[in-house]
């Protein structure tokens, strides 16, 4: 019970420090730092006020319309903007965190049964959908095929790759002889 008051603490100032406008309240101040993070009006309601997905869609597209908070998450848009947080790097992170997923880092297995770790415990940018059912949750993971297909393709694994990496060099490099020798006359 501690830790999780901790961490209550802890996305409190965090939200605080990120989200400076004063005008708005803790709980308009975590919606705008969720919707920063994730473009989801309904799910950033719904995780910073607790409620229903069904009272939570209709209150977040109020909670839009509000100017200081539509000021806040321009802030921290500027400021992410600012900073250049994402790099390719981040993308390629990214994509190998999908391809190398491990599924006990999202259950739990004790005496035989299986149980979903809470949310707050796994790397959710990894899960694709998380569906209830009547016996628990089937947890689905982002598509690892998809990640490493991309992975191969960036890090040119696949001969192929290579091969048509060096017929666009060659072929950059004539059209870039052929603009040179129009400039000279010929």
Partial sequence: MREKEERAEEKHEAAKALVKVDKINERQRLFAL???QTHNATASYQRAYGCTRKAAASAA???LRNAEIVAAIREMQADRDATL???AGDVVDLYMRIAFADYGDFVNIKDGKMTVKDIDEVDGQLI???IPTKDGVIVRLADRIKALRWLASYFELNPSDRHRAAYQAKMAELREREIKSKEDGW
């Fill in 34 to 36: 969720y919707y920063f």
């Fill in 61 to 63: 597209y109020k909670l």
């Fill in 85 to 87: 947080l994402l790099t």
């Fill in 128 to 130: 694709s959908a998380a």
